[in-house]
């Protein structure tokens, strides 16, 4: 069975710097994907960038990027340039490639503060 | 392009009760899962219906069931609730079962609450 785990339950920092969140992972499969969501107090999950295990090159969305180790089994965010808006709770994900379903398997999640 | 809606918001029932969740999925999607997050933990598989039949199930008891529409809208239904349901229930749309990109678009949930 697929396992996510994020062992840092908050993080904080400041405007402007930069942060990263941790992710491992545990799976037997060679095809998945990754995913980090956000969800802010308005509860609603959004989803902030997605990585391909197939794809070497890290996934990068604006300020957003990944270091996905593969080997490893490991998926981390950077976040640059940290904006208020930024504070969320952040969740790592996994889901196999070709089920059945488009089943996620959640983290338990880093609750950021962006402070000022 | 109308984005993935759930309703009620916040409901509070007791226990024993029945409680119907609803969720109206993305325009343009055939799949609806639907997760249960409990308070300060990542969200929970509970099952995933395409093109309205349930193709898969997370570890959760037959006291949750659920429906899927030919809109594509869905239910969740919870019978005999229990003190330990108290959670956000959330609802994803996508397209394709389990063959799509992946990508999930997420409601703001439905909260409920059993005394």
């Known amino acids: 069975a697929q396992t996510v785990t994020q062992s840092q339950p908050e993080m904080s920092v400041q405007e402007a710097e930069t942060v990263t969140l941790s992710c491992t992972y545990d799976?037997?499969?060679?095809?998945?994907?990754l995913f980090w969501y956000k969800q802010p107090p308005s509860r609603q999950m959004i989803l902030v960038i997605r990585q391909e295990a197939y794809k070497q090159q890290n996934a990068t969305e604006n300020r957003f990027s990944v270091n996905f180790q593969k080997a490893a089994k490991s998926f981390s965010l950077k976040i640059s340039d940290s904006q208020l808006g930024d504070t969320a709770m952040y969740f790592c994900?996994?889901?196999?490639?070709?089920?059945?379903?488009?089943?996620?398997?959640f983290g338990t999640g880093t609750l950021l503060a962006v402070q000022p | 392009e109308t984005g993935v809606t759930q309703s009620p918001t916040h409901l509070i029932k007791t226990r024993g009760q029945q409680v119907t969740l609803r969720c109206s999925s993305q325009s343009g999607h055939n799949t609806v899962s639907w997760y249960q997050q409990a308070l300060g933990q990542g969200p929970q598989f509970i099952f995933q219906y395409y093109r309205e039949e349930e193709n898969g199930r997370g570890n959760f008891p037959p006291r949750f069931s659920g429906l899927q529409f030919p809109n594509y809208s869905s239910e969740l239904n919870v019978n005999a609730l229990e003190l330990d349901d108290s959670a956000l229930y959330l609802c994803a749309s996508s397209f394709g079962g389990g063959a799509g990109t992946g990508e999930l678009f997420f409601g703001e949930g439905s909260r409920l609450t059993v005394l």
């Open positions: 994900a996994f889901m196999n490639y070709g089920g059945a379903t488009n089943k996620l398997i």
């Open positions: 799976t037997s499969e060679n095809n998945y994907y």
